[in-house]
């Protein structure tokens, strides 16, 4: 299992969620604060198309804050792996 540090870039392993990735900005406890980069592929193809509703362009999650249990952490299908480690 791989330490979570402030500073790496991680990526959602759930293929619903594919394309999405994360930087970790904190630990406290059993959690990580992190800040969305990327959202999913899927939402992503779909703020990008003007013909949408406009529903889906507030669906766009980068730059937001979420807090992550640090058992998610984990190359499974539902957890994370590390695209960018900490230099």
Do not use: H
């Amino acid at each position: 299992m791989t330490a979570v540090k402030p500073g790496q870039v991680w990526a959602d392993n759930d293929p619903r969620c594919a394309g999405r990735t994360l930087r970790v900005d904190a630990v406290d406890d059993d959690k990580a604060l992190c800040t969305i980069l990327t959202n999913s592929d899927t939402t992503q193809e779909l703020i990008d198309n003007p013909a949408q509703s406009p529903w889906y362009r507030r669906s766009d999650r980068r730059g937001k804050q979420t807090r992550i249990s640090l058992a998610r952490f984990v190359p499974t299908s539902t957890g994370y792996r590390l695209i960018q480690d900490t230099p």
